[in-house]
């Protein structure tokens, strides 16, 4: 799941439109236009979004804003996720068992499980309504099951960099 997420990612980085800017000035940038992705616009979401009222006139603006930002700081989000699932992937024991991490380690996984939990969260299209359980014929049956694990690992991996 990790490597899905980095691999998503490198795709949309792949895609950013090409800036001659950039080669002048060194200032990366990234896509101006938010994924299509649904899992995408997940990991990578606007910046700021319209508040509930929705003021019609301020889209354009917030539009405007939001691709600035978007352009601007893309480049770093996705650095900074690729290399917090590539602390995991390297932390972790090829063949399982137990695994001892350092508190910078530690605050990589939750970074990197966070984002695998919201990925597979969207593929799975998990809501505030969505049940425990599901009957064991939807298709989402199996991956349910692992989406709580990750839950479950977000919040000991918190617990435990809290010290609680």
């Given at each position: 799941?990790?490597?899905?997420?980095?691999?998503?990612?490198?795709?949309?980085?792949?895609?950013?439109?090409?800036?001659?800017?950039?080669?002048?000035?060194?200032?990366?940038?990234?896509?101006?236009?938010?994924?299509?992705?649904?899992?995408?616009?997940?990991?990578?979401?606007?910046?700021?979004?319209?508040?509930?009222?929705?003021?019609?006139?301020?889209?354009?603006?917030?539009?405007?804003?939001?691709?600035?930002?978007?352009?601007?700081?893309?480049?770093?989000?996705?650095?900074?996720k690729r290399g917090v699932a590539?602390?995991?992937?390297?932390?972790?024991?090829?063949?399982?068992?137990?695994?001892?991490?350092?508190?910078?380690?530690?605050?990589?996984?939750?970074?990197?499980?966070?984002?695998?939990?919201?990925?597979?969260?969207?593929?799975?299209?998990?809501?505030?309504?969505?049940?425990?359980?599901i009957d064991p014929n939807d298709?989402?049956?199996?991956?349910?099951?692992?989406?709580?694990?990750?839950?479950?690992?977000?919040?000991?991996?918190?617990?435990?960099?809290?010290?609680?």
């Amino acid at each position: 799941m990790v490597q899905s997420v980095v691999t998503m990612l490198d795709e949309r980085e792949n895609v950013s439109p090409h800036d001659e800017l950039e080669e002048l000035t060194g200032m990366r940038t990234g896509s101006a236009s938010p994924p299509e992705n649904s899992v995408l616009g997940r990991l990578l979401p606007d910046f700021h979004r319209a508040d509930a009222e929705g003021v019609e006139e301020k889209s354009d603006e917030m539009a405007g804003l939001n691709s600035a930002l978007r352009s601007l700081n893309e480049p770093q989000i996705i650095e900074a996720k690729r290399g917090v699932a590539s602390v995991l992937l390297e932390t972790l024991p090829p063949e399982g068992g137990k695994v001892s991490l350092s508190p910078e380690q530690a605050d990589a996984w939750v970074t990197a499980v966070n984002d695998a939990r919201l990925a597979l969260g969207t593929m799975l299209e998990i809501s505030d309504e969505t049940p425990e359980e599901i009957d064991p014929n939807d298709p989402r049956a199996p991956q349910l099951g692992v989406y709580h694990w990750l839950t479950w690992m977000q919040d000991s991996l918190v617990t435990a960099v809290m010290g609680d």
